[in-house]
């Protein structure tokens, strides 16, 4: 895992978490499978709208959650700041 991979990792665990299992240490790598598509994003210098929607896109199309556009946001903005 690059650097880059790391700190998306641990934003996602940290601010995003829309299933609440940071403290569970089993589960620190439940979200690992969006790491490397996220990374891609925000190497190729993806707007902050556009890592949002796939965030959303997760919560709602793969884990049958309602969403929060607002978090998505929030985080989305954090990730596109990792710029490499």
Not at 1 to 19: G, K, Q, V, Y
Not at 22 to 50: C, F, H, I, M, T
Not at 53 to 78: F, K, S
């Amino acid at each position: 895992m690059t650097l880059l991979e790391s700190r998306i990792r641990a934003i996602l665990m940290s601010e995003w978490d829309p299933i609440g299992v940071r403290g569970v240490a089993q589960a620190q790598d439940e979200y690992d499978d969006y790491v490397g598509p996220l990374a891609v994003l925000v190497r190729n210098g993806a707007a902050p709208d556009r890592i949002a929607d796939d965030l959303l896109a997760v919560e709602i199309d793969r884990m049958g959650l309602v969403g929060e556009p607002d978090r998505a946001q929030r985080v989305a903005l954090r990730l596109h700041a990792l710029k490499p």
